[in-house]
């Protein structure tokens, strides 16, 4: 199956401040998305992004399907924002495959 | 409002006692799926289900089975839990696919947090 790993798997920021995140894939993918799972477990999807660059307000994405990696940058982050980021994707048969995720803590 | 519910949100249960954890979805979707949650294992998927009648095995299909009489509905069954299934478990729809790929955003339910004794 497609392997999808996610750097780093720990991240501190303080509030303001701008970071990226990472996710790599294995093979090529129809489907690639992000995901915030909140400090309550609640999975919220953040971006459908197969390839292409779009943004929701602080956060944006992009993904190179033709290098197999894919970001999402927080800018200005707020403690909001912590949480569990996993990217996930699908292959042809519409298996889904997510990442170990990526934790990241915003203090005040 | 759309949205995915799953029930119970809570169990706690013995081996071998057989229990379905359901999950419906008011989205008209087509595919839908079952995950489960580990520390230090991320997210997998159990089963998925393209449509109606069509269900497909994901990473982790032992011990586990569903089933998709209507498009609405994907319970998930445990015939005999076992310990090893204490998880936290997903179940997640979206409008897609085209049969050569999936094409939409993933909707996930509330989670079931499953502990069996």
């Known amino acids: 199956g497609i392997q999808v790993e996610q750097s780093p798997p720990d991240l501190i920021l303080q509030e303001g401040a701008n970071s990226t995140l990472r996710c790599n894939f294995s093979d090529s993918v129809n489907n690639l998305q992000w995901f915030h799972q909140n400090p309550w477990g609640q999975l919220i999807n953040l971006f459908y992004?197969?390839?292409g660059t779009k943004q929701n307000g602080r956060l944006s994405a992009t993904t190179v399907a033709t290098e197999r990696y894919s970001l999402l940058y927080i800018s200005s982050s707020q403690t909001t924002d912590s949480g569990v980021y996993f990217c996930a994707v699908t292959d042809s048969w519409g298996k889904f495959q997510f990442g170990a995720g990526t934790q990241v803590v915003v203090t005040p | 409002e759309a949205q995915v519910t799953q029930n119970p949100r809570y169990l706690i249960t013995v081996t071998g006692k057989k229990l379905t954890v359901t999950c419906s979805q008011n989205?008209?979707?087509?595919?839908m799926s079952w995950y489960r949650q580990d520390p230090g294992l991320g997210l997998r998927q159990i089963y998925y289900?393209?449509?109606?009648?069509?269900?497909d095995k994901g990473d982790v299909p032992e011990g586990y089975k569903v089933s998709r009489k209507e498009k609405r509905n994907f319970p998930l069954i445990l015939e005999s839990p076992s310990p090893n299934q204490t998880s936290l478990y997903f179940c997640a729809s979206s409008l897609g696919p085209e049969r050569a790929g999936y094409q939409e955003t993933q909707y996930f339910g509330p989670g079931t947090r499953l502990l069996v004794l």
């Open positions: 992004i197969p390839s």
């Open positions: 289900s393209m449509n109606v009648e069509v269900t």
């Open positions: 989205m008209n979707h087509e595919y």
